[in-house]
């Protein structure tokens, strides 16, 4: 089974705090994506990767930053925490060239900034 | 702007009852469709899918979704909902001139025992 970690389920930081968000999958999937989860907005993608150092930005990229170093992990990086950006996280991998739709999710992180 | 709608945010049903959920998207091309379910406190994960061939798909645990395409629909269904199917439901598609996945806000269904 393909397993999509995220490092932290949970965090609290503060507002103005760097936070960074892990996500490692072990199918040797070229792509990985980012998403936040609120109630009643769906799912609304942040950034996406379809290979190592590549990212493009999805629907709702400001105020992230992502890296993409090896092919297995992706990272979502907040560079200065505010308090809109309380949300569940949720990491997701696919396989193949282009996105085939069939993603497979981390636990998800949920952040609190206070 | 291309989208998808769910047109129930909440729905709540007693245990044998059937289910439909509804999905309707805006892309008139050729679409990959989803539906992803997250149980409470699990991950997302793919309920069923529809890339080509019959419009009628089945998926885990006896749910299915028809495809029709005249209607821009590919709406959810079960015939008999257990209170192990509390969970909040999404559907999505993949225009398939484009890369990106569109979730749709999602349904929290709740069935009561």
């Known amino acids: 089974d393909v397993k999509v970690t995220q490092s932290s389920r949970y965090l609290v930081k503060r507002t103005g705090e760097k936070v960074f968000l892990e996500c490692v999958q072990d199918m040797d999937h070229e792509n990985m994506f980012w998403y936040r989860q609120d109630p009643g907005l769906g799912l609304r993608l942040i950034y996406f990767?379809?290979?190592?150092?590549?990212?493009e930005k999805g629907d709702i990229p400001e105020g992230y930053s992502v890296s993409r170093e090896k092919k297995e992990r992706f990272s979502l990086i907040l560079e200065s925490a505010s308090t809109n950006q309380t949300s569940m996280y949720l990491c997701a991998s696919s396989l193949g060239v282009k996105n085939t739709g069939e993603l497979f999710f981390g636990e998800g992180s949920r952040l609190t900034v206070l | 702007a291309q989208s998808v709608s769910q047109h129930n945010h909440h729905v709540i049903l007693s245990e044998a009852a059937s289910l439909e959920l509804g999905c309707n998207y805006s892309y008139g091309g050729t679409v990959n469709l989803f539906w992803y379910v997250q149980y409470p406190g699990q991950h997302l994960q793919l309920l069923l899918k529809y890339f080509s061939g019959d419009p009628l798909v089945k998926g885990i645990k006896g749910f299915e979704a028809e495809f029709i395409k005249s209607k821009f629909s590919f709406n959810l269904r079960k015939p008999s909902v257990q209170w192990s199917d509390t969970a909040e439901y999404f559907c999505a598609v993949i225009p398939n001139r484009d890369d990106k996945i569109i979730f749709g806000k999602g349904t929290r269904l709740h069935i009561l025992p």
């Open positions: 990767s379809y290979d190592v150092k590549m990212k």
